[in-house]
C-alpha cells in the first residue's frame, strides 16, 4: 500500500493542471460551441512570457501579472471577438480548422519570437520548486506541488462558486442552451461569450506557468501532451460537471504515475501508454458512454431559424469560361511536368516529386472529409502503416516495393475500420478526438516496436523496380508519382460521381435526412474511412520510398493536424485542391529552408493563420480565389455578348436571362 501511494502522490499536481486546462475547455464549449484545441498553445505563450520576463530580471509577481492575468484574457477576448464568436452555429469542420490553425501557429509564431534556444529550468511562480516544505507518507512534497495543488482548487471552486451564486453565472448557463433566447430576454450573448472566453484563458495562462516547473525544458510539446490529458478529464466530467471534470484531472495525473511506477521501466510499453492513457480513457468514454458523447454538439434550439448555409460546390459556368477554365488548368500542369523533366534542378524536381506524393495523402482527406464530412485526425497514421508495410515487405521478405504499395494500401484500409467501426455512432468533433485517440496510441506504443516502424532506427524502404525499369532515378520516380497521383485521384473522381459519392454527399449534408431516405449512415461511414486509409497508405508507402527512410517522426499525429489545416485551407471538397494543397505544402517549405534557422516553423504560421480564413471560405482560399476569378471571366463574357448581340453579333454561347442558347458545363477548374 505504501508503494502505491508512493507511485501516485507525484501525479497529483499533474492532475491539477489537468482539471485545470479542463475546466478552461469546458467553458469555451458550453459558452461556444467550440472545442477550443489551441488551448495548449496559449498556456505555452503565457508560460513563455513569464520565463522570458524573469530572465530579463522582471519581479515573478510582474510577470505573473502580465504573462497570465493581462496576456492570457486579452489573448482569449482576441480570439473571440475576431473569430470564435462566429462560429458558433457553424458546422464542426469550421470550428475545428480554425482552432487547429492557432495550435500550430501560436507555438510557432512565440519561437519566432523569443528564439528556439531551449529554455531550461523554468522558474516557480510563488513557491521554491527546490524546498521540500512537509513529508506525506514518505513522500517529499515541494513548493510547486504545494502550489499547483492548492491554486487549482481555489480557482475551481470560485468557477463553480461564481456559477451556482451570481448572477453573471446564470447569463452564461442561459447562453449555453440559447444565446437567441437570451438575447431576446434582454441579454448580450456576445459579451457574456467574451466573458467566457477571457475566463477560460486566464485558465490556460494559469495552467501554462504552473505547468513549466514541472519539466526541465519549456516545450511546445509538453502542453499538446497537457492538452489531450484535459480533454479525457473534461470528457469525464460529461463536458458540464466542474467537480467531475477536478476529479477526472486529478485521477488521470494518478493513474499515469502508477501506471509508470508498476509498468517494468525502460520498454516501450511502459515509455508509451503512459502519456497514450489519457486518450486510451477518452476513447473509451466517448465510444462506449452515449452521456460523455461531444457527437450531437452544442445547439440551439432557434437554430433552425438560420436561413441555409450557401452551397460550397462550384456553380455552373457557361461553356466558354469553362473550357477556357480547362484550357488553362491543363496548360499550367503541362508547363509544371515539362519543366520537371527540363530545366529545374534535382533539388527542385525532389519538391516538386514529393508534393505529388503528398497530394495522394491529402485525397484520403478530400474523399473523408471533403466528401462525407467525417473529421479524421489520424491520417498521417494511416499513411505511416502503409510506409512501414512496404518497408518490412521489402526487408524482410524481399517484396517489390510497388507491391508493398498495395498491401501497404490493404492494411491501412483494415486499420482504418478498425478505428471506424467501434467509432461508427460518432460526428463532428468527438470522431475527430477518437481519431486523435488513435493517432497518438500508434505513436507511443505501436510504432516504436521493430516490427512496425523500428522506433528512432526507422526502416528502409528501396525505390520500386518494374521488371528492366528502375525508378530509381528522380525523373523515373516522378513520373511513378504522378502516376499514382492520376490513379488516386481518378478513383476519388470515380467515387464521388457514384451512388456511393452521391451517398457521401447525402450524409455530409444531413445524416438525419439520409438516414431517413434509406442510407445506412453507420455503414457508410466505415466504407469512407477504408477507402480514405487505402489511398493515405498508399500515399505513405510512396512516401517511403521517394524519402527511402522513414521513422515514426515521419508520421507523428501532429502531421495528421496539420495536413487537416493545409488542405482545408487550400480546399478541401476538390482533387484540384488536393493537389494544390500537396504542391503548396513542400514548395513553400522548400522557400522557408533557405531563410535563417528562427524563421524554420514559418510554414506552420503561414497555414496556421490561413486557416482562420476557413471561416468564411470553407470553401478553401483557392478554391474562392479561383471562384472570384471566374466570376469576374463570366461577366466579362457576358457584358461582351450583350454588346455584341446589339449590333446583331451574337454568338448565343454565353448564359444570358434566358435568351441565351449556349450550353451549361461544370467548373472543371474548381472541381475535380
Not at 277 to 283: E, G, K, S, T
Not at 558 to 568: I, K, R, T
Not at 583 to 591: G, R
Not at 639 to 644: F, H, N, P, V
Request: charged share 10%.
Amino acid at each position: 500500500m505504501s508503494q502505491l501511494v508512493t507511485y501516485a502522490l507525484p501525479g497529483i499536481p499533474y492532475g491539477c493542471v489537468f482539471a485545470l486546462m479542463a475546466v478552461g475547455l469546458v467553458l469555451t464549449y458550453k459558452a461556444s460551441g467550440v472545442f477550443n484545441l489551441a488551448f495548449g498553445a496559449q498556456a505555452y505563450l503565457s508560460a513563455m512570457v513569464f520565463y522570458v520576463a524573469v530572465h530579463a530580471g522582471w519581479p515573478k509577481w510582474a510577470a505573473f501579472v502580465v504573462a497570465v492575468v493581462v496576456l492570457g484574457p486579452l489573448v482569449g477576448l482576441v480570439l473571440d471577438r475576431l473569430l470564435f464568436r462566429f462560429t458558433r452555429t457553424a458546422p464542426p469542420l469550421v470550428r475545428l480548422v480554425p482552432a487547429l490553425g492557432l495550435l500550430i501557429a501560436i507555438p510557432s509564431i512565440t519561437q519566432m519570437i523569443f528564439g528556439i534556444e531551449p529554455k531550461l529550468g523554468p522558474p516557480a511562480v510563488f513557491l521554491n520548486p527546490n524546498m521540500i516544505y512537509f513529508r506525506f507518507a514518505g513522500f517529499p512534497v515541494d513548493g510547486n506541488e504545494i502550489a499547483t495543488t492548492v491554486a487549482t482548487v481555489v480557482v475551481v471552486g470560485g468557477l463553480a462558486l461564481l456559477f451556482r451564486s451570481s448572477g453573471l453565472g446564470l447569463r452564461m448557463r442561459a447562453v449555453v442552451e440559447s444565446p437567441r433566447m437570451t438575447e431576446l430576454a434582454g441579454i448580450d450573448a456576445d459579451r457574456v461569450g467574451a466573458f467566457a472566453w477571457i475566463l477560460s484563458s486566464f485558465f490556460a495562462g494559469l495552467a501554462g506557468v504552473l505547468l513549466a516547473p514541472l519539466y526541465a525544458q519549456l516545450s511546445a510539446s509538453n502542453f499538446t501532451d497537457l492538452l489531450v490529458a484535459a480533454i479525457a478529464a473534461a470528457a469525464i466530467g460529461g463536458f458540464s460537471s466542474l467537480s467531475l471534470t477536478l476529479a477526472g484531472g486529478i485521477g488521470l495525473g494518478l493513474a499515469q504515475e502508477i501506471l509508470s511506477g508498476y509498468l517494468p521501466s525502460g520498454t516501450i510499453l511502459s515509455s508509451g501508454l503512459r502519456p497514450a492513457l489519457p486518450f486510451i480513457v477518452l476513447a473509451v468514454l466517448l465510444v462506449v458512454v452515449p452521456r460523455f458523447r461531444l457527437g450531437g454538439e452544442v445547439s440551439d434550439p432557434l437554430a433552425a431559424c438560420d436561413p441555409p448555409a450557401p452551397s460550397l460546390d462550384p456553380p455552373p459556368r457557361i461553356a466558354v469560361v469553362s473550357r477556357g477554365a480547362r484550357i488553362f488548368a491543363i496548360a499550367v500542369a503541362g508547363a509544371l511536368v515539362g519543366s520537371a523533366l527540363s530545366w529545374v534542378s534535382g533539388n527542385w524536381l525532389f519538391t516538386i516529386t514529393q508534393g505529388l506524393v503528398f497530394a495522394v495523402i491529402f485525397l484520403s482527406i478530400t474523399l473523408l472529409t471533403g466528401m462525407s464530412g467525417q473529421i479524421s485526425l489520424c491520417q498521417a497514421t494511416f499513411a505511416g502503416v502503409g510506409a512501414f508495410a512496404a518497408g518490412q515487405l521489402a526487408s524482410h521478405f524481399g517484396m517489390s516495393v510497388l507491391g508493398g504499395m498495395v498491401i501497404g494500401g490493404l492494411l491501412a484500409s483494415a486499420v482504418g475500420i478498425l478505428v471506424a467501426y467501434p467509432a461508427r455512432r460518432l460526428g463532428g468533433i468527438a470522431l475527430g478526438l477518437v481519431t486523435l485517440a488513435f493517432a497518438l496510441l500508434m505513436d507511443n506504443v505501436i510504432f516504436p516496436y521493430s516490427w512496425a516502424g523500428n522506433g528512432a532506427s526507422g526502416l528502409v524502404v528501396p525505390r520500386p523496380r518494374l521488371g528492366p525499369i528502375s525508378f530509381g532515378g528522380g525523373g523515373a520516380f516522378f513520373w511513378l508519382a504522378l502516376f499514382v497521383l492520376g490513379v488516386a485521384g481518378g478513383a476519388v473522381w470515380l467515387i464521388r460521381s457514384g451512388t456511393t459519392g452521391q451517398e457521401l454527399a447525402a450524409m455530409r449534408g444531413s445524416e438525419v435526412a439520409a438516414a431517413t431516405i434509406g442510407i445506412d449512415v453507420r455503414r457508410l461511414r466505415v466504407v469512407a474511412f477504408a477507402l480514405s486509409a487505402a489511398i493515405a497508405g498508399v500515399g505513405g508507402a510512396l512516401y517511403g520510398s521517394l524519402q527511402q527512410t522513414v521513422s515514426p517522426n515521419d508520421f507523428a499525429y501532429e502531421l495528421s493536424l496539420v495536413f487537416v489545416v493545409v488542405v482545408a485551407t487550400v480546399g478541401v471538397r476538390t482533387v484540384s485542391g488536393a493537389i494544390e494543397a500537396g504542391l503548396a505544402f513542400t514548395v513553400l517549405q522548400q522557400i522557408i529552408t533557405s531563410l535563417p534557422t528562427r524563421y524554420g516553423s514559418l510554414l506552420a504560421v503561414v497555414f496556421g493563420l490561413a486557416a482562420l480564413s476557413y471561416v468564411r471560405h470553407p470553401e478553401g482560399v483557392v478554391a474562392y480565389g479561383k471562384r472570384v476569378v471566374l466570376d469576374m471571366a463570366e461577366k466579362l463574357v457576358v457584358a461582351l455578348e450583350r454588346g455584341g448581340s446589339s449590333h446583331g453579333s451574337a454568338t448565343g454561347s454565353g448564359r444570358d436571362d434566358g435568351t441565351a442558347t449556349g450550353t451549361m458545363e461544370p467548373d472543371l477548374a474548381v472541381g475535380p
